[in-house]
């Protein structure tokens, strides 16, 4: 027998999701997944979008402020004697500086005030610490000093300059070139809060997300009649569908029941009558002397005939099994393997589901059986064939046959697995098959109640 190497041929459920009527409920679900999955994304972009403008926004007030300052106030308070080597001389004059700048200039946002010398000493500082000390200057701060101009920066304080502002994680640096009375250029640095551009930030995404969530809003509810109207409409065709299915397959049992019954009662009584008449012949013959022949050609022929009454017989099991309507599954089932044991095929059947099986899905077990069991006659040259049908609803159909590799089979290359595919996909059932050459073959279909 095969190994459990199963090849799925149709998924538990392919068809209750395609057939599936249109929800309501499941379309309200989606449009707002939508929404929230759109307003994420703005949201995302829109925050960026604000910090960037604020930061922006920030930073040219800083630079405005600090341009303004350092001509109002900090310029006109600039002595050369901040310059002079006698410590006593320079000291003075920074206090005087300082008693310009705390008030003017150590308001608002400002936390940090520096004066630098070309060389990147610093000759003032509301820090006292900083005072006297030398760092080497940036390349943006002595291109400020070569071509006069005010530059304003984001600063990550991770210069050495900066161990007394860490207390923050950033601050907005400006910076621009001063000139004392004696024409000596200085550097002139301020360092602001960056909660301004937190504030900022929070004030255009608010406005935004104002925006943002109407649009949406208004989208939602433009959009309601016409998903409406769709839905409706979608609704009414899948209904319009499932009628359609549902009376062609009531067409065809029923054209399939008139047929079987046009050949029971004509055909197969015509060849039955006329495999009577033909042995009554031959019985005749058998006796006259001399017609032994003939006798033999007679019952040749009802022997043919015998057997083409048969094969008509199963015939009509496969068009219209009536006992599947009037005995149940286990009758029919026994129908379709009369032709395998008369063959010399040993088949096992067992019916013993779980709970009362309902005429749709003994339908549907009845089917995806007759073509497994076709294969089987026309493929396996199996000398033993188990029919199963158990659980809450499995039906397995075992066969000791030749076999053949699952892992290459395609439904569509072959009618008779496309048949059965297509059964257990438009009834929501998993079909599978596992076969090796040489190992025989299994088929297995689930199907839940």
């Known amino acids: 027998m095969t190994d459990d190497n199963w090849v799925v041929l149709a998924a538990a459920g392919d068809a209750a999701r395609a057939d599936r009527v249109v929800s309501w409920r499941r379309i309200v679900v989606q449009s707002v997944l939508a929404v929230l999955v759109v307003f994420g994304v703005a949201a995302s972009a829109g925050t960026i979008a604000a910090r960037q403008a604020a930061e922006s926004e920030s930073v040219n007030d800083a630079l405005t402020v600090t341009d303004l300052l350092a001509g109002a106030v900090v310029t006109p308070a600039l002595e050369d004697a901040l310059l002079s080597p006698d410590e006593a001389t320079a000291a003075a004059a920074r206090d005087r500086l300082d008693a310009v700048i705390r008030p003017g200039v150590l308001v608002g946002a400002i936390v940090r005030t520096k004066i630098w010398t070309p060389e990147g000493r610093i000759v003032y500082s509301d820090e006292p610490r900083l005072i006297g000390r030398t760092f080497p200057l940036g390349d943006d701060e002595r291109a400020v000093l070569r071509t006069p101009r005010t530059r304003a920066d984001v600063s990550d304080l991770d210069e050495p300059e900066n161990q007394y502002e860490r207390s923050d994680s950033k601050l907005l640096e400006v910076y621009r070139p001063v000139w004392t009375p004696g024409g000596r250029t200085l550097l002139f640095e301020t360092y602001s809060r960056y909660d301004a551009v937190t504030d900022r930030s929070g004030q255009l995404w608010r406005g935004f997300a104002g925006i943002t969530v109407s649009s949406l809003l208004l989208m939602l509810v433009l959009q309601a009649p016409v998903t409406w109207a769709l839905v409706g409409r979608v609704r009414r065709a899948t209904l319009q569908r499932e009628q359609l299915r549902e009376r062609a397959m009531a067409a065809s049992d029923s054209e399939r029941k008139r047929i ?93 589901p779980e709970r009362e099986l309902t005429p749709d899905v003994e339908a549907l077990l009845f089917r995806v059986a007759q073509e497994s069991l076709r294969n089987v006659a026309k493929h396996a040259d199996a000398s033993h064939v188990v029919v199963a049908v158990t659980g809450a609803v499995t039906l397995e159909i075992t066969d000791d046959g030749v076999g053949f590799d699952s892992a290459a089979v395609r439904p569509e290359g072959h009618f008779g697995l496309r048949v059965m595919a297509d059964l257990a996909r438009e009834a929501g059932a998993m079909l599978a098959v596992a076969s090796r050459p040489g190992g025989g073959t299994r088929w297995r279909l689930e199907k839940k109640l």
């Open 260 to 352: 079987a019954a046009t050949l029971h009662d004509g055909v197969v009584q015509d060849l039955t009558a006329g495999a009577f008449a033909v042995a009554a012949a031959a019985g005749k013959a058998r006796s006259t002397p001399g017609a032994e022949s003939l006798a033999e050609r007679l019952d040749s022929v009802a022997g043919t005939v015998r057997a083409g009454v048969g094969s008509m017989r199963s015939l009509l099991v496969d068009i219209y099994p009536p006992s599947l309507v009037d005995s149940g599954l286990a009758a029919a089932l026994e129908d379709l393997v009369t032709g395998l044991r008369e063959r010399g095929t040993e088949v096992a059947i067992t019916v013993s």
